[in-house]
């Protein structure tokens, strides 16, 4: 059992399955309140440049709130960047919004000054998101979309998970990517999905 891991956790706001990730991450941390969480932006608009990508009209619209994280991330630190993807989260997955009230809506709720929008709209922040995005590809490879989790220094796409899992079986979970992550010659399991993400 690990109880005092280092777990940075890279999500771009618009993906579900990064949602459903994040939760159980929260459930570690409740559960495990000595872990270290650091939430990390990246951009799936950054990922699927160039790539013939179904969802990148999607991603391009979403590019606004990364560059508004990256941008808090920097200047009011993990714990509100924290907050603005709860409120960015709880409206887009659980609420299934994506009207232009939303993000406005979510730095209010996070507490984070309303010129942070302005000033990601003026590029202010372009770099600073390019630069959290690459810490995160930068460790696992390119072949990747979001989440990314690093367990104390090794990263790996994913969990993908549905539902997020609650008490001992998030533990459980937990353990598993840690001894995974303690193995230098593991790289990848996958299965087929076989459901979408419940948020509930």
Known sequence: MTSNATIEFWFDPVCPWAWMTSRWIDEVHRLRPET???????????????????????????????????????????????????????????????????LAESVAEAQVPAEFVERAQSGEFDELLQASHRSGIDLVGEDVGTPIIAVDGVAFFGPV????????????????????????????????????????
């Open 161 to 200: 998970i549905s539902p997020a899992p609650k008490g001992n079986m998030a533990l459980q979970l937990f353990d598993g990517v840690v001894a995974a992550a303690g193995y230098d010659g593991f790289f990848e399991l996958k299965r087929s999905r076989t459901r979408g993400p419940q948020f509930d």
């Open 36 to 102: 270290n969480v650091t939430w990390r932006v990246m951009s799936l608009a950054i990922l699927n440049e160039g790539r013939n990508n179904t969802h990148a009209e999607a991603h391009q619209r979403m590019l606004l709130t990364c560059k508004v994280a990256a941008g808090v991330d920097a200047e009011l630190g993990n714990d509100r960047v924290k907050a603005l993807y709860d409120a960015l989260g709880t409206r887009i997955h659980v609420g299934e919004r994506r009207d232009d009230d939303v």
